[in-house]
């Protein structure tokens, strides 16, 4: 059964896009070597279960705290990691996730692009600027020459707003500032013209002053190039101005999502609630100082993922849990315009709504 819906579109016309990458059910585990004969084989539950599209010309945003499985999802649309199950589709066809031949490896990153969190160690010191944009634009046959391999590089660098670009094509990573450094990782991505790019916390490594330019850059180029865009994040509040779509990530698991405005305006499960909660917002504070506003409040810790709980993985943490949480894991609960969670709460509410609707209309 397919997994593909309708983007959902703001402006509220019926126009039918299909995704350019979609993940159907990736889970990926990771073996752990402890050395000891005949012991129990033990994983860590990474993700479980992640479906999810990217659409030409939107950012998707992929929302969660740290060792959520976020960077691990990016590194398994990209082929660094191996899913343990799963399917990755790019427009429209499935990819053979266990073929590790150089060629096939090349013609898939040839179209999606990954950005790694930190910039100071995702370029190779020994090497200057050139060299790092210039090696794929070479490996990819986008330049032959060296005079085309300089024009290249130069249109790179003013795409990146990095000029006068003639300063910085010699220049060595130790030279360059943080943003620097990440206009550079980008660039990089772009040489080889993809049509996806995953965007793993591109701007967490970098000072605050500087962070809203990298966004700004992206935002243009996803523009500019009709990118599918994923943008890693542990902070909500910038999903809102960055992304048309949010999804939100708890211990492995993918509890909530749809367009960010409905997710961040009207959050529906309790640990994306918590997140918001985290968030600094002034209005917010200022209700609470009136009275008007209650804060939402956690329990314990994060779970294990080598023996995580049963069910939904947030039901030790969640001031509404039930039974049935520490038993199953929810489906998705479609709330309408795309929003869905994964969460009893809604789904007892609809199951309740459609049990009493007969009985009202006699």
């Excluded at 084989?41 to 010309?57: I, M, N, Q, S």
């Excluded at 990954?114 to 090696?135: E, G, K, W």
Aim: hydrophobic residues 40%.
């Amino acid at each position: 059964m397919s997994t593909i819906n309708q983007a959902y579109d703001p402006t509220g016309s019926n126009r039918m896009e299909e995704p350019v990458l979609v993940a159907n059910h990736l889970r990926k585990e990771f073996p752990i070597n402890d050395f000891k004969l005949f012991a129990p084989r033990k994983v860590v539950h990474a993700v479980e279960d992640a479906t999810f599209e990217l659409y030409p010309g939107q950012a998707t945003a992929l929302v969660g705290e740290s060792g959520s499985g976020k960077t691990t999802v990016a590194r398994m649309l990209a082929r660094l990691y191996d899913p343990t199950s799963g399917e990755i589709s790019f427009r429209g066809e499935p990819i053979k996730l266990q073929s590790h031949r150089a060629a096939v490896l090349r013609q898939y990153r040839r179209h999606v692009q990954l950005i790694f969190q930190d910039p100071f160690a995702s370029l190779n010191p020994i090497h200057d600027v050139r060299y790092h944009l210039s090696r794929p634009l070479r490996l990819f046959g986008h330049a032959h020459t060296e005079d085309e391999v300089t024009e290249q590089v130069l249109a790179l660098l003013r795409r990146v707003s990095l000029s006068p670009a003639e300063q910085f094509i010699q220049k060595f990573p130790h030279q360059l500032s943080g943003g620097q450094r990440q206009r550079i990782a980008i660039a990089r991505a772009l040489a080889v013209h993809p049509e996806v790019l995953l965007a793993d916390e591109p701007v967490s490594m970098l000072d605050v002053s500087i962070r809203l330019d990298i966004l700004n850059l992206l935002l243009r180029l996803k523009k500019e190039e009709q990118l599918a865009l994923l943008f890693i994040t542990h902070d909500i509040a910038s999903a809102r101005y960055f992304a048309e779509n949010t999804l939100v990530m708890y211990a492995g698991q993918m509890v909530e999502g749809g367009p960010s405005e409905a997710v961040i305006q009207t959050p529906k499960h309790p640990y994306t609630q918590l997140l918001l909660a985290a968030a600094p917002d002034p209005d917010r504070i200022k209700a609470q100082g009136h009275g008007l506003s209650e804060e939402v409040h956690a329990r314990g810790e994060i779970p294990s993922l080598i023996n995580p709980p049963e069910g939904c993985r947030f039901h030790p943490r969640c001031p509404h849990a039930m039974p049935v949480c520490k038993q199953h894991f929810p489906a998705r609960t479609e709330l309408g315009n795309g929003h869905w969670t994964n969460c009893f709460l809604y789904t007892d509410q609809t199951i309740q709504q459609q049990t009493t609707a007969p009985a009202a209309q006699s």
